[in-house]
Structure formats: C-alpha cells, structure tokens
C-alpha cells in the first residue's frame, strides 16, 4: 500500500482487527521509510449477478425492489418487516451463490415464490398470481405503484387471492413459467 505521507511502497502491519460484523479487515500498518501511520481496510467485494428481464434488459440486482414486492403482497397479512427482511436476506444470498453471471427475473421471482410459501398463504398466492402475469418483480412493483396511487391501500383486483388459503390447493407457480436460459 502506497504511503499517503511519502508515497513509499513497502510497509509493515502494527496492527489487525477484525470488524464487528466478522466482514472487514482494518489494519494498521507503519510506512517503512517515514514511519508514518496510516490504517487500511479489507472488505469482501460482492458482486451481484445481473438480472435478465423478460423483455432481454438487464439491471443490478435490487434488494429495496424484492422487498417492495413482498411489502406489495404481504398487505394486511400478519407479517412482520423483520420477516419479509429476512426473506429478501435470503434471496439476496441465494442471488449472490448462483454460479452464473446473470440471473432471469423469473428465477428471483419464483425464489420469492418459495420462500412466502412457507411464510402466508395469501402472501404466497397473490405473489404467485400477480407475478405470473408480470413475470418481472419490477414490472409487478411499478404496477401496483401505479394502482395504488399515494395512498397506502392496493386495491387491484389482481392482488386479491385466486384461492381461499386452506381449502383449494395454491396454483402451482411453476405451470406458466418458461425458464430462460441466460446466455
Ligand atoms: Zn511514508
């Protein structure tokens, strides 16, 4: 590291400590030619995948969106944002582990899909319906955004369930989805 003092190259480590969150690095090192101190910082570099829409575009990957989309159908369901967090965390990470360098929409979305499951029935089949039609969490975000207008209360017609929660078995997410293959 190239000392911001004398612009010597060669340095020596005083000093390591390991960030809170066990993600960083910080050390303090001593520029061998002035002894001026100075402190570096090592950070993992995450790169996320990029995400192919439907229509071939292809945008980063955004946590904020997946978490509106989830907002979006989790309305006036018991759960909570410390929940719906957690789902984004782990579609963020299973994003971050695929081995291709891009991912479909259509695979976050069915990502999405699975994890509500588990979580609320109706959550699960308005994502499911609603996401079927778009396809795109954007292009689902960006809908409902125009529906609801300022106010906080969605009240489009797709986003009502398709199938009362218990008695009919959910649609299955899959049937209509065509997996794109990412070149
Ligand atoms: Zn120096």
Request: charged letters at 35%.
């Amino acid at each position: 590291m190239r000392c911001p003092y004398c612009a010597h190259m060669e340095d020596r480590v005083l000093d390591t400590r390991i960030g809170r969150e066990g993600d960083s690095i910080r050390r303090r090192r001593e520029c061998l030619k002035c002894h001026g101190r100075f402190t570096t910082m090592e950070t993992l570099l995450q790169v996320y995948p990029l995400i192919v829409k439907k229509d071939g575009r292809r945008e980063p990957f955004s946590k904020e969106k997946v978490l509106k989309g989830i907002q979006a159908a989790c309305q006036k369901r018991p759960v909570s944002l410390a929940q719906m967090e957690q789902i984004v965390e782990r579609v963020a990470k299973w994003v971050l582990s695929r081995p291709e360098r891009e991912v479909t929409s259509e695979a976050v979305g069915q990502k999405v899909v699975k994890e509500l499951r588990l979580l609320d029935d109706v959550a699960y089949v308005r994502f499911a319906s609603v996401y079927q039609t778009f396809r795109d969490v954007g292009e689902f975000v960006s809908h409902l955004e125009g529906e609801a207008g300022e106010g906080d209360e969605v009240s489009s017609d797709e986003l009502r369930p398709v199938a009362s929660a218990g008695e009919e078995s959910p649609p299955k997410a899959k049937t209509k989805l065509k997996p794109e293959t990412p070149e």
